[in-house]
């Protein structure tokens, strides 16, 4: 069954910057979830996949860029479920090239991928009305899979044992998750999303989703940008899994905890806070930013 209510659990991210200035972090294990549907993509999924169902739909279509973690998972739920599924992948360029590990995860369940020009790619739906009319039957998922059954599913991370923690923390790609989680907060939590990529239109987004002010963006992009992975935080994924046994993802929780740890050396958090990370899953990206670094030349790997 890919879909269960198994507990979560939280496990402490003893690092000793943490401990030195007296603030506890835990992490909620979401990438334990599935060993290929894990973290909020799990989340997100599970309703649409409930409705699709529903729908009668033949397949999935929806779209992403090469290290999409939201393509992979579709990929993998699509294929448990018994649907076809259609990626439509950002950068034409892409196309004439051997794929990389993420990809090549794609289609080795059975998504098949259309390349598309940067240009289309950004107008969505109105750019692929060929690729829509030949899969009319498929149920759309939008980039990084938010929507409104998205979040409701998000709405699920928390439980009652959460309520003991003054901030949530999770990594923001388009908001979905995050909007679920203010959804589920308690009066006295604030969550914070650390957003990994430019788009001004996330905050927007997750107001569609929300009812109240008791949330915050950090600009984590400014710092690192979508996807890349210098030297400096390779090497804090390295010391990270060394110390806890925490795999983070070098795209959403790996920046997350970075920047993080920068934020509580400028005491942007009271001594005693507790603090849960929401570990997002999305371990599938290793492989491929693993390829690139060695492309690269770099001597580092990503743990996993």
């Known amino acids: 069954m890919l879909f269960s209510d198994k507990p979560i659990p939280n496990q ?13 972090v835990f992490v909620k294990r979401e990438d334990l979830l599935h060993p290929k549907v894990s973290g909020n993509k799990f989340r997100k999924l599970k309703y649409n996949l409930q409705e699709a169902q529903k729908e009668g739909c033949d397949g999935l279509l929806t779209f992403g860029g090469a290290f999409s973690n939201h393509l992979a998972a579709t990929a993998a739920a699509a294929h448990a479920y018994g649907f076809q599924s259609v990626g439509v992948v950002r950068g034409a360029a892409l196309a004439p090239h ?3 590990p993420p990809l090549a995860y794609c289609q080795s369940h059975g998504m098949q991928l259309h390349f598309v020009s940067r240009e289309l790619y950004n107008q969505k739906e109105k750019g692929i ?3 829509l009319e030949k899969y009319s039957s498929f149920y759309i998922l939008p980039e990084g899979g938010s929507n409104p059954r998205a979040v409701q599913g998000c709405s ?3 439980n009652d044992r959460d309520a003991l923690f003054d901030t949530l923390a999770v990594a923001v790609g388009t908001g979905g998750t995050m909007a679920g989680l203010i959804q589920s907060a308690v009066p006295h939590q604030e969550v914070v ?3 990994v990529v430019d788009d001004v239109a996330i905050p927007q987004q997750i107001r569609t989703f929300v009812g109240h002010d008791r949330w915050a963006l950090d600009p984590t992009y400014k710092a690192l940008g979508y996807a890349k992975t210098p030297p400096e935080l390779v090497r804090f994924a390295i010391e990270v899994a060394q110390q806890t046994g925490i795999v983070l993802d070098p795209l959403y929780t790996g920046p997350m905890v970075w920047r993080m740890v920068q934020q509580i050396k400028s005491n942007t958090w009271t001594h005693g806070t507790r603090i849960l990370v929401i570990h997002t899953g999305g371990l599938q990206a290793i492989a491929g930013i693993n390829a690139r670094l060695a492309r690269q030349g770099s001597m580092l790997r990503w743990p996993c």
């Open 12 to 24: 402490s991210l003893a690092l000793p910057i943490f401990k030195k200035m007296g603030i506890e």
């Open 98 to 100: 051997p794929l990389n």
């Open 129 to 131: 009305e060929h690729l």
């Open 156 to 158: 699920e991370i928390l």
């Open 193 to 195: 999303g650390y957003q």
